[in-house]
């Protein structure tokens, strides 16, 4: 979905004219794929207590009350800000329900930069390595988790950003280039390169050989 189609450039011009119909119908249109940013993102203590879709009602109510915002600039990608409002909800919520629990350095979200380095590299290892439960598998889970640690320490920053966003959120490289502020090129190469790094450690893990 990176490029618009002829329907969403007729709603986005129905938004700038106030149409909350047509923001109703664009918001829906990626609510799947704002869903994936929020499952890939959401701090593990936050399972069972915060719902997925409950984060994206609460993104909603933010996206009608800022939509001054959108069209101060509407020629952007309204997915990337829709992306961009329900990052935000998402970082309230945790402060909202973990408060004044001990500080997880893995949950930091900046308005300017996104999540912080750490954060991405908590949900890449987390989801990366969540389908092993079960107890035969705990030793293996740890070794590889250390493994994985490294891997990821060792990329850049963006590059590490450049996977999460590409990889896990599925977004395309267009998207992913409009919200790290960098060339399609750039995204593309990074892409590459972080994947690259990490084919050698994800060997290791079942399940994740054709990555």
């Known amino acids: 979905m990176s490029e618009l189609t002829d329907h969403d450039r007729e709603l986005i011009d129905r938004v700038v004219n ?17 869903w994936r940013m929020v499952n890939f993102r959401m701090d593990p203590r936050l399972h069972g207590r ?3 879709d409950d984060v994206l009602q609460e993104s909603w ?31 309230d919520i945790h402060r909202r329900h973990l408060g004044t629990q001990k500080r997880n350095a893995a949950m930091e ?12 590299s908590f949900s890449l290892s ?10 035969t598998q705990a030793a293996l889970r740890e070794e590889l988790s250390q493994q994985l640690k490294t891997a990821l320490s060792s990329m850049n ?11 896990f959120e599925q977004l395309s490289n267009r998207e992913t280039a409009q919200i790290l502020s960098i060339s399609d090129q750039a995204a593309s190469d990074r892409y590459m390169r972080a ?12 399940g994740f050989s054709e990555l």
């Open 18 to 34: 106030g149409d909350k119909d047509a923001l109703a119908e664009l918001f829906s249109a990626h609510r799947d794929r704002l």
């Open 50 to 52: 915060v719902d997925a």
């Open 61 to 91: 109510l933010s996206v009608v009350q800022r939509i001054d915002h959108f069209l101060q600039d509407a020629s952007r990608s309204i997915f990337v800000w829709f992306r961009l409002i329900t990052s935000q909800t998402l970082i």
């Open 109 to 120: 979200f900046s308005i300017n930069k996104g999540w912080s380095s750490e954060s991405t």
């Open 126 to 135: 987390f989801h990366l390595l969540g389908h092993l439960t079960s107890p």
């Open 157 to 167: 920053d963006i590059d590490r950003e450049v996977l999460a966003l590409r990889h």
């Open 195 to 206: 994947l690259g790094r990490l084919r050698g450690v994800l060997k290791a893990i079942p």
